[in-house]
């Protein structure tokens, strides 16, 4: 099926939901009270940046998504690359890092708030806790399943240590690392609304919590679609430079070739 075809059947079923949601309000068969009409919605959304008023909390949520994305990839990263070519400190700290993986990380945001207080600080803190072992544990993947024959071959070749990991081992965990950052920054989206929602002055996350806290279903609503257009535009932005950077990979349904 072409991408033209897809996208007219995807704005189709979009459209399908809103009228059935407008009209499922108006007619009463749904409370406007729990949902407040699309119509209604989009007014806000409109008042809010013809205002002005929604651009700083864009900025602040865009800012803490950022830096946690890089601090955490970078991070995750480093420390993949460094356990993998390190067996024993990875039997060392594998129980550790499993144990750390495996805490909620939504328990953390009221100690980071408390540790770093309601400014970005801790909003970055939570997200960086959310990419940090993602970048980890596909960095480490990526470096294990480096072919050995491979390895071999450049080991014949005089290769030393730091000619291995610049051509061998990274080009090999390229694919795993950036394949991952989509999902990284989904994370590092979710680790600064909900430090934002939790406790803050601003942001994308302070704007939907004000809104439930006086019951402004059109607001919460309108937060929740200026949030998931912000989140899709910064995935259109990861998935170029995935694009740019993975240009040898072949396209979902072309890696045959012809016989």
């Known amino acids: 099926m072409g991408k033209a075809r897809v996208r007219a059947y995807q704005l189709a079923l979009l459209v399908l939901i809103v009228l059935g949601w407008e009209f ?9 009270f729990f949902f407040s009409k699309p ?24 800012a803490e998504t950022v830096l946690a994305f890089l601090s955490g990839t970078l991070a995750g990263v480093a420390f993949g690359l460094w356990l993998a070519l390190s067996p024993t400190a990875s039997a060392v700290l594998d129980p550790f890092l499993k144990a750390l993986n495996s805490v909620p990380r939504v328990i953390l945001a009221p100690i980071f708030t408390l540790w770093f207080g309601l400014g970005m600080a801790s909003k970055v803190a939570l997200g ?8 980890f544990f596909n960095t480490y993947q990526g470096i294990r399943e480096v072919s050995p024959v491979v390895l ?8 030393n240590r730091g000619q291995l990991l610049r051509h061998v081992y990274l080009p ?6 950036l394949s991952s950052l989509r999902t990284s920054v989904g994370f590092a989206v979710i680790g600064a609304v909900v430090g934002e929602y939790l406790g803050a002055s601003a942001g994308l996350g302070y704007v939907i919590s004000q809104a439930e806290g006086v019951f402004d279903t059109t607001s919460v609503f309108a937060g929740i679609v200026v949030l998931a257009v912000f989140v899709v535009l910064l995935d259109v932005g990861v998935s170029l430079v995935e694009r740019k950077l993975l240009v040898w990979r072949p396209e ?8």
């Open 172 to 177: 090999s965990a390229a694919s795993w690392i």
């Open 24 to 32: 499922s309000v108006r007619l009463g068969w749904v409370d406007a």
């Open 39 to 62: 119509s209604d919605i989009a007014v806000r959304i409109y008042a809010w940046f013809a205002s002005g008023e929604v651009y700083r909390h864009l900025w602040i949520t865009l």
């Open 128 to 135: 960086f806790t959310l990419v940090f072992f993602i970048a």
């Open 252 to 259: 979902p349904g072309q890696e045959g070739g012809t016989v």
């Open 152 to 159: 071999a071959n450049a080991r014949m070749l005089g290769a």
